[in-house]
């Protein structure tokens, strides 16, 4: 059995080190294409129903409507109500 030097014996540990990551780089990336969902990518919920087929058509992402202020108003005083019933209800 040959003896190896601490230089040697560090020069093929780093040589095992980088053929790990380029086989742990290949699962991801297996993993990635299999499960792009997983990533932020790939159908969603909404694909379903046709709204990824409108992005896709370069239509860009669906923006939520801006509330009036009257409905800001009208949210307000139904959460004040809801959790003004929550803190009673708690007192008991």
Not at 3 to 11: D, H, M, P
Request: charged share 35%; aromatic share 4%.
């Amino acid at each position: 059995m040959a003896t190896l030097n601490q230089e040697q014996l560090r020069r093929l540990a780093r040589l095992g080190a980088i053929a790990r990551l380029e086989q742990l780089h290949q699962e991801e990336a297996a993993i990635r294409a299999e499960f792009p969902e997983l990533f932020g990518r790939g159908r969603r919920a909404g694909a379903a129903n046709g709204q990824a087929a409108a992005s896709a058509e370069g239509r860009g992402r669906r923006r939520r409507r801006g509330m009036s202020a009257a409905q800001r108003k009208q949210v307000s005083e139904r959460m004040r109500k809801y959790w003004a019933e929550r803190r009673k209800a708690k007192g008991k």
